[in-house]
């Protein structure tokens, strides 16, 4: 059961312009969402996330908000640069269990 | 500390052989997890520890499948007869705590096996 979706597998965005990637989860117990973000040949490298009490969540460029009445999620990166171009997942969580999507690779171009 | 380290790196082995692999997670942290990831989708759980006490097991880790951390630190994961379709990319993880949950897990780069 896929209780974590990202339905764009890639998304190629100017360098200087904003990137959204979203993300849409069924299970309404998660209590965090969170965004990792993978280069090739490392692992997932933990982002931003969010509590499910709140709607936004802000860290420099990258802001996360979450629409729970959606069940829906998006990661805004402003302004994009190249160094950020890497495949993003979402992730849900509800104790130790912690789901994953199947990934948006991002590609900022110069 | 130099994160959580994973070895080896790539793995190829022949249908039917057995694989171990190793991680070693941050030292202070106590809960590690196994996950697996395949081309196309995102890391799928396996199985988590808390200390030395092996916590939860995902329905994906069949009888063939068997993790360890005797001693709290280190955990290998071993793969008997192997079969093709469990080739994929092998991500531990590690966290202290539950703070893993608000704060995201830290990943190994991975061992990626490939069952000819």
């Known amino acids: 059961d896929q209780q974590v979706k990202q339905n764009s597998p890639s998304l190629s965005v100017q360098e200087g312009r904003i990137s959204i990637l979203n993300c849409d989860y069924t299970n309404s117990m998660f209590d965090y969402f969170l965004w990792y973000k993978k280069y090739p040949a490392e692992g997932p490298t933990f982002l931003i996330s969010i509590s499910s009490i709140k709607d936004k969540n802000e860290d420099g460029r990258f802001t996360v908000f979450l629409n729970k009445s959606a069940k829906h999620l998006s990661l805004h990166i402003v302004p994009s640069q190249p160094g950020d171009s890497a495949v993003y997942f979402c992730?849900?969580?509800?104790?130790?269990?912690?789901?994953f999507g199947a990934g948006t690779r991002l590609t900022v171009k110069p | 500390d130099t994160g959580v380290s994973q070895d080896p790196r790539h793995k190829i082995t022949k249908r039917g052989q057995n694989v171990t692999f190793r991680c070693d997670p941050i030292s202070e942290h106590n809960r590690l997890y196994w996950y697996r990831q395949t081309l196309g989708q995102g890391p799928e759980f396996l199985t988590y520890f808390q200390n030395e006490a092996q916590l939860e097991k995902s329905r994906l880790l069949s009888d063939r499948f068997s993790a360890e951390r005797p001693k709290g630190s280190f955990s290998t994961l071993e793969i008997q007869r192997t079969e093709q379709g469990d080739s994929a990319m092998y991500l531990c993880?590690?966290?202290?705590?539950?703070?893993?949950?608000?704060?995201?897990?830290?990943f190994g780069s991975g061992t990626r096996l490939t069952v000819v």
């Open positions: 993880a590690s966290s202290l705590g539950d703070r893993g949950v608000s704060d995201g897990y830290t």
């Open positions: 992730a849900a969580s509800n104790n130790n269990d912690m789901r």
